[in-house]
């Protein structure tokens, strides 16, 4: 029979044995690998409420921008204008129209300017549950996916004016054009995410290779139709007439598939050194 003492001492080492550290590659025994449903529920709606203010803050901080904003995104018409030596101005079609292009205006900004912001938030929802190598793949990946989108983005809007001077271009002469203020928004955010999508493209490359989805060779295979998707992708977003526009978007773009393809060869060749 046990004496009484050894109770504690089983409790004492059962407890031992619960604290302990993990190995590399085992989940974290936080919090929320031990949290309910009704746990992950409330946690979900914390962060989902975090985000929500964040966006507002944002959104007020649009809304107080408004004016400059749309200065800067109606330079390039102002551009084609003086360049193509008639009128060209942003039309509002229906009475409600300002106020919704306001709100389009500063929710756009408000997800741009917070993203570091709501992408914490999400970190930090799912991150408790993952591995420690997890961790540090998705630290890698949206370390590098901020600034490629965010550099997408930036080669986006000096592509814009090029595409709206050219788009112009061809109104006859002597007329004036009243631009749809809904669809010109529409077109600057989507040849802004187009772009920002087309950089952060290899980034997903890379994380299909790193789970055993995707392995090198058929991406060293098809490089040749990623050069030419590149280019048909920066002929579309890039009507001008010099092939000199076009290199400088998709040079980019065929440098990071390289450089996604080298990750992919490295990681393979370690995967096989391992089995």
């Known amino acids: 029979m046990a004496s009484p003492t050894t109770a504690p001492a ?37 962060r989902s409420l975090w985000v929500a203010v964040g966006l507002a ?7 107080a921008l408004y004016d400059p904003l749309l200065a800067l995104l109606t330079r390039p018409l102002h551009l084609a204008a003086s360049t ?31 993203c570091p912001w709501w992408l914490y938030q999400v970190w930090a929802f799912i991150t408790p549950g993952l591995t420690a190598r997890e961790r540090r793949y998705a630290v890698g990946f949206l370390g590098a996916a ?13 592509v814009l004016p ?16 009243l631009v749809n203020a809904q669809d010109y928004l529409t077109f600057v955010m989507r040849l802004v995410l187009a772009f920002g999508v087309a950089f952060v493209a290899p980034v ?9 989805v995707v392995r090198h060779e058929p991406l060293a295979r098809g490089w040749r139709w990623a050069v030419l998707a590149a280019f048909v992708f ?6 001008t007439p010099d092939a000199l526009t076009m290199v400088l978007v998709a040079a980019p773009i065929c440098a990071l598939y390289f450089a996604a393809l080298g990750v992919a060869v490295w990681h393979d060749r370690q995967v096989d050194v391992r089995v």
Do not use: C, Y
């Open 162 to 177: 090029h595409a709206v001077n050219i788009l112009a271009s061809f109104a006859p002469e002597g007329t004036s054009q």
């Open 204 to 212: 997903l490359l890379v994380a299909l290779n790193l789970a055993g």
């Open 84 to 114: 193509e030596h008639r009128d060209i101005a942003l039309n509002f079609t229906a009475l409600g129209a300002p106020l919704d292009i306001r709100l389009k205006v500063s929710l756009f900004l408000a997800v741009l300017v917070t």
């Open 234 to 239: 920066a002929a579309v977003m890039t009507p």
């Open 57 to 63: 803050v944002g959104a007020l901080l649009g809304w």
């Open 146 to 158: 901020v600034p490629l989108f965010l550099g997408g983005g930036a080669l986006a809007w000096w």
């Open 10 to 46: 089983r409790d004492a080492s059962r407890e031992a044995l619960t604290d302990s550290p993990p190995v590399d590659g085992a989940r974290a025994p936080g919090r929320r690998a031990r949290m309910p449903l009704r746990g992950h529920l409330r946690e979900l709606r914390t």
